[in-house]
């Protein structure tokens, strides 16, 4: 059984940046983030591999949200910049095996955080 639990939300202007933190109890896999803003679906944010050898993003965040971990302290990262609007949402730590191809897909991860919530305000 894998523990997540995640910090760093707040509130932000526009234009701001935040940084997210994940830490693990047990053991972990591919590391990734989700976001869902209210009346939305779940949506998939950023993700990185074991080894941090290779990284995905959604293109809604890409050049502006950057993912990291560091594995002797079992804790991923998203460090989020030129923050908008629109990425207020509640974001969601997740840990498991996707495949590469569906590494966006919500059925795709194991084990998930409570979440922690990022407010832009314009």
Do not use: H
Not at 27 to 32: C, E, I, S, V
Not at 71 to 92: C, E, I
Not at 96 to 118: A, C, H, K, M
């Amino acid at each position: 059984q894998v523990q997540l639990v995640e910090s760093g939300g707040g509130l932000v202007q526009a234009g701001g940046s935040l940084r997210l933190s994940c830490v693990a109890s047990g053991r972990t896999f591919t590391l990734g983030w989700f976001r869902q803003a209210p009346g939305k679906e779940r949506e998939f944010a950023a993700a990185i591999t074991w080894t941090s050898d290779q990284t995905y993003y959604a293109d809604s965040v890409k050049g502006r949200f950057t993912i990291s971990r560091d594995n002797a302290k079992n804790t991923v990262y998203l460090q989020m910049s030129s923050l908008k609007p629109d990425d207020t949402a509640v974001y969601y730590c997740a840990t498991g095996r996707p495949s590469r191809l569906r590494i966006g897909e919500f059925d795709e991860w194991n084990y998930w955080g409570q979440g922690t919530q990022v407010t832009v305000s314009s």
